[in-house]
């Protein structure tokens, strides 16, 4: 299995960005999915989860600007980023776990990859002001 992300690239701050993660092979149940990012210097950061029944979890400081979603052949991934700030410049991940994890928080979710998990390979996103 590969996740797959795209759709990074620069923006201007207050801008807006849709980033994509594909599955190239079969997962069995997307019991919980997520995305994260990591800035150089910096921790990896989760900023958005979705379990398997749409439910979704973002941090407080990301609420309102980010919104995770899938398709209906549930073999793609969305973030959606509005009013984009520079702080928002990361390496963008996503993350997939095949196998019972619940809740879907992003602590769980970071913790589960390791064991049942997929993580793609990433998407550069950078914000100027």
């Known amino acids: 299995v590969q996740l797959v992300e795209s759709g990074g690239g620069s923006v201007q701050s207050g801008g807006s960005l849709r980033l994509s993660c594909t599955t190239r092979?079969?997962?069995?149940?997307?019991?919980?999915m997520g995305w994260f990012r990591q800035s150089p210097g910096k921790e990896r950061e989760g900023v958005a989860t979705?379990?398997?029944?749409?439910?979704?979890r973002y941090p407080e400081s990301l609420k309102g600007r980010f919104t995770i979603s899938q398709d209906n052949a549930k073999t793609t991934l969305y973030l959606e980023m509005v009013n984009i700030k520079p702080e928002d410049t990361a390496m963008y991940y996503c993350?997939?776990?095949?196998?019972?994890?619940?809740?879907?928080?992003?602590?769980?979710?970071?913790?589960?990859?390791?064991?049942?998990?997929?993580w793609g390979q990433g998407t550069q996103v950078t914000v100027s002001s």
């Open positions: 092979g079969y997962i069995h149940m997307r019991y919980c």
């Open positions: 993350a997939v776990v095949d196998g019972p994890l619940s809740p879907c928080t992003i602590t769980n979710l970071a913790g589960g990859i390791a064991d049942f998990g997929y």
């Open positions: 979705l379990d398997l029944d749409g439910n979704t």
